[in-house]
C-alpha cells in the first residue's frame, strides 16, 4: 500500500497495518504523540485497533518537553 | 490600519501555560489590543525562569498567572484578563477555553501537549489551537517553522527536547511564541495582503 505519512508518499509491503505496527516498522519511539488518519484524531487507547489502508493521509506528530 | 485593532479587541484567546511560551506569547498578543486573554498555570515563579520568561526580579515567588497579568496590564491596561490559578486538565481545557477565538498551547512537558492537542481536536473541534514544540537551545533560526495540519498549528523545529546539554533559553523561546502568536494574528485577521516574490 502506498500512504502519505507526514505529508510525503511512503511504501509498505503490507495491505493494511494498525497504528503500532506502522510505528514498530517507521521506528517512530517517541512515548508522547498526536496521531491523525485522514483528518481524524487516533487516542492512544486506540492504537492497537486503528488501521492505516491504502491512500490515506497520516500525521504522526512527536512532543517534546519545553515550553 | 484602523481594522486591524478592532477586530482585534473583539477577539479572546486562551493560553493554557504561563512558562517561557504562554509568557511571551501573551505579551505580544496584548502588545496588538487582543480584546481578551484566559490565562491558566499553576506554578509559582522561580529564579530559573527568568533567562526566558515575561517576568521580573522582583516577582520571584509569586504565581505566574497573577504576575502575568500585572504585567500584561502595563502594557495594556484595557486588556481583559482572566487569570486562573489551575493544573489544567481535560474537562477544565474544555470548559474554559470554551469561548475564545484561538487556544495557544505553552506547556513545558510533551505529556500535557498530547493531552490538550487531544483534547481541542476530540471534544472542540471547530478551535484553532496553535501549538509549541521544539525550542531548546540557541541558534539554528532556519530550524524554527511553522505545521499547518487543519485546525492544529505547530511551531517550532519539532525536534529538539530540554536537556541539561541544551536548555531553554530566552530568544529561540521568545521567537516560538512569538511565532505562536504571528499565527493568531494570521488566524484572527486571515492572511495580510501581501503577495511574496519567487
Known sequence: MKITLNHQLEEFDAEILTIN?????KNFTFKMLVIKINGKIIRKHEYDTATVKDGDDVIVLHLITGG | MQWIYDTLKTKTVGIAGCGGLGSNCAMALARVGIGRLI???????????LNR????NNQIGKLKVYALKENLLRVNPELKVNALDI?????DI???FNDCDVIVEAFDLAKMKQMIIETVL???PEKYIVSGIGLAGWGENNMLKTINMDRLIVCGDGEIEISE???PLAPRVGIVANMQANQVLEILLGKMPYKRSE
Not at chain 1, 21 to 25: A, C, H, Q
Not at chain 2, 39 to 49: E, G, L, P, R, Y
Not at chain 2, 53 to 56: D, E, G, H, V
Not at chain 2, 87 to 91: E, Y
Open chain 2, 87 to 91: 493544573r489544567l486538565c481535560s474537562n
Open chain 2, 39 to 49: 490565562i491558566a498555570d499553576f506554578d509559582i515563579i522561580s529564579n530559573d525562569n
Open chain 1, 21 to 25: 505496527e506502522l510505528l514498530k516498522i
Open chain 2, 122 to 124: 476530540t471534544f472542540m
Open chain 2, 165 to 167: 546539554t541544551l536548555p
Open chain 2, 94 to 96: 474544555i470548559e474554559i
Open chain 2, 53 to 56: 520568561q515575561y517576568f521580573f
